[in-house]
Each structure stands twice: as structure tokens, then as C-alpha cells.
């Protein structure tokens, strides 16, 4: 899958589980455009006066379907948005407890990814009740996270 394939899947998991607002979607195939592609949907997208959800997800999943992209189930988009959230902690964009702290956000909101990300909800209740351990979960979380953007990298 190309690179523009991964931000389409990406966007497709974040609204699925509505985590990002149809306005970040929409800037997105602005900047796509800006760079010059000028696909029609990419274009239509790109081009929405009225930010309302669905019709947003509407053309983003056109553009999807145009470019061959399958769209995630509700697991495979917690475990996109998860991996996503933990690629921000390896880059310095995230502090480790926000990054846990997000991730249970996202279990809750598909129950059956709880199995492979319960492990970060261990690790955030762990950091919560242990302050004089803090710099240990910390590297737990940055560990775990390392894991799980390997894993989703084998196994998109």
C-alpha cells in the first residue's frame, strides 16, 4: 500500500472511531491537493464548504474505494489508531502517560481490542496508584509501545 493508502486507512480508523473531527480529514486532502493531486474525489474532498461527519466520511470512503483501500473493522482501526498513538511516544510527541491514557480511551470504544491494549490500561492504572515508580512504567509504556508499532508494521 502506498503512503497515501496508510493516511487513507489511517483517517478511515480515527473517524470510525470518531477520534478526529471530519475538519482534520478535510485538511488533509487540502494539503494532498496543495502537493498536487488533483484526483476528482481527492479534489471534491478537499473542497467541502459544510464540514458535517457524514458527508465527509462519505467522500473519504470514495476515495478509499477509488484507491483500492479496504476499510478497517472497528478492531483493526483500534489497533491502527493505537499504533498511531504509540508511534507518537517513540517520536517525542507524547509523554508515556499520555499515551496509555489515550490508548484505554480507544479500548473503551471497541471492547474487543481490549485483549492485545489492556496491557497499556495496566500500565496508566500502575502509573496512577505508584508515583515513586513512575520512571519505570514510563519505560514499560515506551516498551509496550515499541511492541505494538512493530507488530502493526508485520501486520497492518
Not at 116 to 131: A, I, K, Q, T, Y
Request: proline share 5%; charged share 30%.
Amino acid at each position: 500500500m502506498t503512503d497515501l493508502g496508510d493516511d487513507v486507512t489511517r483517517l478511515l480508523s480515527w473517524r470510525l472511531l470518531d477520534l478526529i473531527p471530519p475538519a482534520d480529514v478535510v485538511a488533509w486532502a487540502l494539503d494532498q491537493v496543495v502537493r498536487g493531486r488533483d484526483e476528482a474525489l481527492l479534489v471534491a474532498l478537499a473542497d467541502v464548504q459544510e464540514v458535517r461527519a457524514y458527508d465527509v466520511d462519505q467522500l473519504l470512503a470514495e476515495v478509499a474505494q477509488a484507491w483500492g483501500v479496504t476499510a478497517p473493522t472497528e478492531q483493526e482501526a483500534a489497533y491502527v489508531v493505537a499504533a498511531d498513538i504509540a508511534r507518537d511516544l517513540l517520536r517525542g510527541a507524547r509523554t508515556p502517560i499520555d499515551t496509555a491514557r489515550e490508548i484505554w480511551r480507544v479500548t473503551g470504544c471497541v471492547p474487543q481490542a481490549q485483549p492485545r491494549l489492556l496491557v497499556f490500561v495496566g500500565l496508566m492504572s500502575e502509573w496512577d496508584d505508584d508515583p515513586a515508580h513512575r520512571a519505570e512504567y514510563d519505560a514499560d509504556i515506551r516498551a509496550e509501545s515499541a511492541r505494538l508499532v512493530a507488530e502493526m508494521s508485520r501486520h497492518p
